[in-house]
């Protein structure tokens, strides 16, 4: 426990990061499920390989539209369903990759060297499934296809773990199939282990990076989970990351025409649902074919970014908690500090209800003016000298100080019965 909890030392005080899903599937314009979805035929989708030319690519800018938005990593597809590789392998089937097969680049390395020179911790998406293979639908029937493409699956990531520097994150993919059963039957947990010989694999990884966090998606629960498109936090204190899109919940690769969009002030309060649990929020962006993150998605990243420039003390780091569930928002703390998150301003003044022990001091973030804070009846904190209007169009945070560690009163008390305060 005490190596895995030093492995997962940086990830817990991260808590934002940014997904990358990119690739030969982009070129559709449908989302990176697209050959599956359609029933394009192996040969027909490899022809896309041709088509790309990603001539806007720019990892360094990708880079700086993490650090803008205030993220701690990346996470990039080397590899999705499809088969096409993003990396120079030796092992892939078909010479399918963007080295040999379309623009003659290596993107993973260019990503790899670009997050790290900024700072940023370097991650790693692997789809262990490969559309083309008939082995993956039918095991049984289709043996030796079966056989080659776990073996692939080995020498590729070895491959990403010995050819790229220090990887900081592994985040697998691919490996359970059971929501999709009108295309095949999938894999019980226990059999796809066995299947993609998921303990060798991962024991192959440690060796190669001792210091790497790996997700649960290769069967065994390794070091964290995966939560997709909700806040759910783990039990027990494992660690736990969401991620979701900004689009729509299907819209991990680029969708031409994808409507629904979340707000900024959403995505603000998902990454705080996700913080103050005490978990992580990778959020994706689907770059456009030629490489370039659409304008929608670059103005919300640094939107986030700013509203954490003001108030990343309430997010980054380790230790947060859940405390409260409000109409107005939520708390969470860490020690004896409560952060008080309005998604909905309260006004000049703001109520903290049932709070068990007494609040030495107030303030809001992004402010220097002094806050009261009193104590009123039935066990209500009142904090005053708040502007009238919310400073963030997004959400605001209040620090309370308290005289010990927080909790809340859970004894029932009608609104009605008037207690001397």
């Given at each position: 426990m005490t190596a895995r909890n030093d492995r997962l030392a940086w990830f817990n005080e991260a808590r934002f990061g940014m997904m990358i899903t990119w690739g030969l599937h982009s070129l559709p314009g449908r989302g990176e499920w697209v050959m599956i979805m359609e029933n394009w035929p192996v040969r027909e989708y490899a022809r896309l390989?041709?088509?790309?030319?990603?001539?806007?690519?720019?990892?360094?800018?990708?880079?700086?539209?993490?650090?803008?938005?205030?993220?701690?990593?990346?996470?990039?597809?080397?590899?999705?369903?499809?088969?096409?590789?993003?990396?120079?392998?030796?092992?892939?089937?078909?010479?399918f990759t963007s080295v040999r097969q379309g623009p003659g680049r290596d993107f993973v390395r260019e990503y790899a060297e670009a997050f790290r020179s900024r700072g940023l911790k370097v991650g790693f998406y692997y789809s262990v499934a490969d559309w083309r293979e008939p082995g993956l639908f039918d095991p049984k029937g289709c043996p030796n296809s079966a056989r080659q493409m776990v073996e692939s699956v080995h020498r590729q990531v070895e491959e990403?773990?010995?050819?790229?520097?220090?990887?900081?994150?592994?985040?697998?993919?691919?490996?359970?199939?059971?929501?999709?059963?009108?295309?095949?039957?999938?894999?019980?947990?226990?059999?796809?282990i066995d299947f993609w010989r998921s303990h060798e694999l991962n024991a192959m990884v440690r060796r190669l990076q001792p210091g790497i966090i790996i997700n649960d998606r290769s069967g065994p629960p390794e070091d964290f989970t995966t939560p997709e498109q909700k806040i759910e936090a783990e039990k027990d204190g494992r660690a736990w990351e969401t991620c979701m899109t900004i689009g729509s919940s299907n819209g991990w690769g680029y969708i031409r025409h994808d409507p629904p969009r979340k707000t900024t002030a959403q995505l603000i309060q998902h990454l705080i649902e996700a913080a103050y649990q005490g978990g992580n929020y990778l959020l994706n962006v689907g770059p456009k074919p030629d490489g370039a993150i659409r304008k929608e998605e670059q103005v919300r990243l640094r939107e986030m970014g700013q509203w954490l420039a003001v108030n990343g003390e309430a997010i980054y780091g380790n230790g947060l908690k859940p405390?409260?569930?409000?109409?107005?928002?939520?708390?969470?703390?860490?020690?004896?500090?409560?952060?008080?998150?309005?998604?909905?301003?309260?006004?000049?003044?703001?109520?903290?209800?049932?709070?068990?022990?007494?609040?030495?001091?107030?303030?809001?973030?992004?402010?220097?003016?002094?806050?009261?804070?009193?104590?009123?009846?039935?066990?209500?904190?009142?904090?005053?000298?708040?502007?009238?209007?919310?400073?963030?169009?997004?959400?605001?945070?209040?620090?309370?100080?308290?005289?010990?560690?927080?909790?809340?009163?859970?004894?029932?008390?009608?609104?009605?019965?008037?207690?001397?305060?």
């Open positions: 390989a041709k088509r790309f030319k990603p001539a806007r690519f720019n990892a360094g800018e990708w880079a700086d539209l993490a650090v803008d938005a205030g993220m701690k990593y990346g996470v990039m597809i080397t590899r999705h369903c499809d088969g096409y590789c993003l990396f120079d392998s030796a092992h892939s089937v078909g010479d990403l773990m010995s050819n790229y520097g220090p990887i900081d994150v592994l985040w697998y993919d691919g490996w359970y199939w059971e929501w999709c059963r009108h295309k095949w039957p999938g894999l019980p947990r226990e059999v796809a405390l409260g569930y409000y109409q107005t928002g939520r708390s969470g703390y860490r020690g004896n500090t409560v952060y008080q998150y309005f998604y909905q301003w309260p006004g000049r003044e703001a109520v903290i209800p049932d709070l068990a022990v007494p609040v030495r001091s107030a303030r809001l973030l992004g402010s220097d003016k002094t806050l009261t804070v009193r104590t009123g009846t039935n066990r209500r904190t009142f904090v005053s000298g708040l502007p009238a209007r919310p400073p963030s169009a997004h959400a605001n945070v209040v620090v309370l100080e308290c005289d010990g560690a927080p909790a809340l009163i859970q004894t029932a008390q009608p609104c009605w019965w008037e207690e001397p305060g």
